[in-house]
């Protein structure tokens, strides 16, 4: 099982960027899946994390500026970032909670993509 993670890039202050992240791989159903994000000296932080129900959580930093969506069909989620502020540059990272089969269970994370927010 892999997830790769697609989007990051350059933005000024106040521009958007939408993240994206795949899961591929022999599975047999992505449960909760997230984004979490790590700024240079900092640790891992979670973003916001969405249930296969829909349910999300939003960080206090990022609510009314980001949303989380995800397609269950093609194994995607989606993280699209409005108003972006310099505080939001880190690399960010996907996660998924996998079921390779009925009871196993595994935190699988993307390799990360490099979000920059700078005039």
Known sequence: ????????????????LRLS???SGSMY??????WYR?????QRELVVSIT?????NYADSVKGRFTIS??????????????LKPEDTAVYYCNANIFT?????????GKGTLVTVSS
Request: charged share 15%; hydrophobic share 30%.
């Open 70 to 83: 995800r397609d269950n069909a093609k194994k995607t989620v989606y993280l699209q970032m409005n108003s």
């Open 29 to 34: 159903r992505i449960g909760d899946m997230g």
């Open 52 to 56: 296969t129900g829909g349910t999300t």
């Open 21 to 23: 992240c795949a899961a």
């Open 101 to 109: 089969s009925v009871l196993r269970r595994s935190d699988y994370w």
């Open 1 to 16: 099982v892999q997830l790769q993670a697609s989007g990051g890039g350059f933005v000024q202050p106040g521009g958007s």
């Open 38 to 42: 790590q700024a240079p000296g900092k």
